[in-house]
């Protein structure tokens, strides 16, 4: 539930705070941050944006590639990690609330679901296929559930199958407009420019309103819509909410961060992002993209990127023999700063951003309406 309440700030203005909860897990600043891999949402960014009265959120692809073992024991790596950076995500944050991403379309998306059960995540949001089974991985457990959509559509067709076999309900729902970054739940003919001044985010969130309120009445609760994708401004967080949701989700901003896990050379490329430099992109997990067009992108587009193996097995629609490059081996590269083999997802509007700031003054910029 969204309440609200005028407060004088240090210059004589007013702003106003909102607060909401999912189920009992309260925050006091409407902000989710997107779980961003591989490797730039971990413990630092996730735990400060908790400790700052948002909800900070791991990403879980690979989240052990700069562990020692990693190479000869992948999956124990990435256990290990999920653990570690949970437990230091926590300490960071004071102990607050904190959720972690999984891709539907990892093949180890069910182990890590049980991973993250084991550990205590606090709330588990699933996206990039539809969680179809997320409830019963998830039954009995205390970890909260979130299934990532992009219409009013997918909306109702997730939660009439999760109510019509487990009588469950979202603890809230995320709704990723087309201007996200990252892995895009739309097919490349609504990506055009005409299709996207049509689907504006706030315009997609009464639809997916109404498929969600017969299911508050159901469980007798709030179900909360997060909704995220090209928000930037102060301006854009408002329109959002005001349009209806209890809060919003952001990614790119949150990389242009000191606190966020990514190399310096990462963060900056969002800094020098232009917006013609902003593309849609074909991931190899079979899904459109929105990514910082460099030379590594060049050669995948010229055919010169094709891998010789399959080196991790991560996604479950990848076939590295018709795969047009390794995503793994390529934002492993790009969390690094190694834009020769790699690249950085963004979204639409990541070339309003100027300049690296902290977690702290990005919250409060973004709510300084």
Same mark, same amino acid.
């Given at each position: 539930?969204?309440?609200?309440?005028?407060?004088?700030?240090?210059?004589?203005?007013?702003?106003?705070?909102?607060? +909401?909860?999912?189920?009992?897990?309260?925050?006091?600043?409407?902000?989710?941050?997107?779980?961003?891999?591989?490797?730039?949402?971990?413990?630092?960014?996730?735990?400060?944006?908790?400790?700052?009265?948002?909800?900070?959120?791991?990403?879980?692809?690979?989240?052990?590639?700069?562990?020692?073992?990693?190479?000869?024991?992948?999956?124990?790596?990435?256990?290990?990690?999920l653990e570690d950076h949970f437990k230091r995500a926590k300490a960071i944050?004071?102990? %607050?609330?904190?959720?972690?991403?999984?891709?539907?379309?990892?093949?180890?998306?069910?182990?890590?679901?049980?991973?993250?059960?084991?550990?205590?995540?606090?709330?588990? +949001?699933?996206?990039?296929?539809?969680?179809?089974?997320?409830?019963?991985?998830? %039954?009995?457990?205390?970890?909260?559930?979130?299934?990532?959509?992009?219409?009013?559509?997918?909306?109702?067709?997730?939660?009439?199958?999760?109510?019509?076999?487990?009588?469950?309900?979202?603890?809230?729902?995320?709704?990723?407009?087309? &201007?996200?970054?990252?892995?895009?739940?739309?097919?490349?003919?609504? &990506?055009?420019?005409?299709?996207?001044?049509?689907?504006?985010?706030?315009?997609?969130?009464?639809?997916?309103?109404?498929?969600?309120?017969?299911?508050?009445? !159901?469980?007798? %609760?709030?179900?909360?819509?997060?909704?995220?994708?090209?928000?930037?401004?102060?301006?854009?967080? %408002?329109?959002?909410?005001?349009?209806?949701?209890?809060?919003?989700?952001?990614?790119?901003?949150?990389?242009?961060?000191?606190?966020?896990?990514?190399?310096?050379?990462?963060?900056?490329?969002?800094?020098?992002?232009?917006?013609?430099?902003?593309?849609?992109?074909?991931?190899?997990?079979?899904?459109?993209?929105?990514?910082?067009?460099?030379?590594?992108?060049?050669?995948?587009?010229?055919?010169?990127?094709?891998?010789?193996?399959?080196?991790?097995?991560?996604?479950?629609?990848?076939?590295?023999?018709?795969?047009?490059?390794?995503?793994?081996?390529?934002?492993?590269?790009?969390?690094?700063?190694?834009?020769?083999?790699?690249?950085?997802?963004?979204?639409?509007?990541?070339?309003?951003?100027?300049?690296?700031?902290?977690?702290?003054?990005?919250?409060?910029? !973004?709510?300084?309406?």
């Amino acid at each position: 539930m969204i309440t609200s309440k005028c407060k004088t700030n240090c210059r004589g203005g007013f702003f106003l705070k909102y607060q +909401f909860n999912i189920g009992d897990l309260e925050f006091s600043k409407p902000i989710v941050q997107g779980g961003m891999g591989i490797g730039i949402s971990l413990s630092s960014l996730a735990g400060n944006v908790s400790k700052n009265g948002g909800l900070g959120v791991l990403s879980s692809v690979e989240m052990g590639c700069d562990y020692p073992n990693y190479k000869t024991n992948r999956l124990l790596a990435n256990r290990q990690a999920l653990e570690d950076h949970f437990k230091r995500a926590k300490a960071i944050s004071g102990n %607050r609330p904190i959720g972690l991403n999984i891709m539907v379309a990892l093949t180890q998306y069910e182990q890590i679901v049980k991973d993250a059960i084991e550990v205590g995540v606090d709330i588990i +949001f699933a996206g990039a296929g539809l969680p179809l089974t997320l409830p019963e991985l998830t %039954r009995n457990s205390a970890t909260k559930i979130a299934p990532i959509i992009s219409s009013k559509r997918v909306a109702k067709l997730l939660l009439k199958h999760w109510w019509r076999h487990y009588k469950v309900a979202p603890d809230a729902i995320v709704l990723e407009g087309p &201007l996200a970054g990252g892995h895009l739940g739309f097919k490349l003919e609504d &990506l055009t420019p005409e299709r996207l001044l049509e689907q504006s985010l706030p315009g997609l969130i009464p639809g997916v309103l109404e498929e969600i309120k017969p299911y508050e009445d !159901l469980v007798g %609760r709030k179900i909360p819509l997060i909704a995220g994708g090209g928000i930037t401004t102060a301006a854009d967080v %408002r329109a959002t909410l005001e349009a209806g949701a209890s809060a919003v989700q952001i990614g790119s901003r949150f990389v242009a961060t000191e606190e966020c896990d990514a190399a310096l050379a990462f963060k900056e490329a969002m800094v020098n992002a232009q917006k013609s430099d902003i593309e849609i992109i074909v991931s190899p997990a079979g899904l459109p993209g929105r990514a910082i067009h460099n030379h590594f992108l060049e050669e995948v587009s010229a055919g010169l990127r094709k891998p010789k193996n399959c080196p991790f097995n991560c996604i479950k629609s990848c076939d590295y023999k018709t795969s047009p490059y390794c995503i793994g081996l390529a934002l492993m590269a790009g969390k690094c700063g190694d834009f020769e083999n790699g690249y950085v997802f963004s979204g639409a509007n990541a070339y309003k951003i100027t300049e690296i700031t902290t977690v702290a003054a990005l919250m409060n910029e !973004l709510l300084d309406f």
